[in-house]
């Protein structure tokens, strides 16, 4: 069950404390994988990548909490941990399977449809087709605004990307959806 941090500051102290690090970051795990995994499966579809791209993501930040000194939130930090490993994840599936750039979607959604865990209905598998059209990053800014209802400010932390940017983006994404659907019905 996902739970929520109360006290960000207090657990970035102890993340920094060996004495208190463990269940600090246990705390973390606790109350970001949920949200995680579900923001990581709308990126590549399987849950078996999903789950293993999840472990890599906590492997990571577990890694690297030296470099976390606080400046960006917990959340934040997470999640642009997990954008990086979806992209290195896609990319490398892309270049195992000699999936050119132009043909990835069509890639996409053959997993998708083979995911013994996809039990979306018509209307989903068109969603998700349509979601898979778009270039990469405005699949991700689509993806972390529509599913996570991620602020823009924060995708912006995530990002890296100014949120003037990001707003653009969404709006272009959603405007191709709808195109999309709507050509499709």
Same mark, same amino acid.
């Given at each position: 069950?996902?739970?929520?941090?109360?006290?960000?500051?207090?657990?970035?102290?102890?993340?920094?404390?060996?004495?208190?690090?463990?269940?600090?970051?246990?705390?973390?795990?606790?109350?970001?994988?949920?949200?995680?995994?579900?923001?990581?499966?709308?990126?590549?579809?399987?849950?078996?990548?999903?789950? !293993?791209?999840?472990?890599?993501?906590? +492997? =990571? #930040?577990?890694?690297?909490? $030296?470099?976390?000194?606080? %400046?960006? @939130? &917990?959340?934040?930090?997470?999640?642009?941990?997990?954008?990086?490993?979806?992209?290195?994840?896609?990319?490398?599936?892309?270049?195992?399977?000699?999936?050119?750039?132009?043909?990835? !979607?069509?890639?996409?959604?053959?997993? +998708? =449809? #083979?995911?013994?865990?996809? $039990?979306?209905?018509?209307? %989903?598998? @068109? &969603?998700?087709?349509?979601?898979?059209?778009?270039?990469?990053?405005?699949?991700?800014?689509?993806?972390?605004?529509?599913?996570?209802?991620?602020?823009?400010?924060?995708?912006?932390?995530?990002?890296?990307?100014?949120?003037?940017?990001?707003?653009?983006?969404?709006?272009?994404?959603?405007?191709?959806?709808?195109? &999309?659907?709507?050509?499709?019905?």
């Amino acid at each position: 069950m996902q739970q929520h941090l109360e006290d960000e500051e207090d657990v970035v102290k102890r993340l920094h404390d060996p004495e208190t690090q463990r269940s600090a970051f246990s705390q973390i795990v606790a109350a970001y994988s949920e949200k995680l995994y579900w923001h990581i499966r709308k990126m590549v579809l399987d849950h078996e990548d999903a789950n !293993d791209i999840l472990q890599n993501t906590f +492997l =990571k #930040a577990w890694t690297n909490l $030296d470099s976390f000194r606080g %400046d960006a @939130k &917990l959340s934040t930090w997470m999640f642009k941990i997990a954008v990086n490993e979806c992209i290195t994840f896609l990319n490398k599936q892309r270049m195992m399977n000699n999936v050119p750039i132009d043909d990835a !979607d069509v890639y996409m959604l053959q997993t +998708l =449809k #083979a995911d013994e865990y996809f $039990d979306g209905d018509e209307i %989903d598998e @068109k &969603l998700q087709k349509a979601i898979l059209t778009l270039p990469e990053k405005q699949r991700i800014v689509f993806t972390m605004k529509y599913y996570d209802d991620m602020k823009y400010e924060d995708m912006s932390g995530v990002l890296g990307t100014s949120v003037g940017a990001l707003k653009a983006s969404y709006h272009h994404a959603v405007k191709k959806i709808e195109a &999309l659907l709507t050509n499709d019905i």
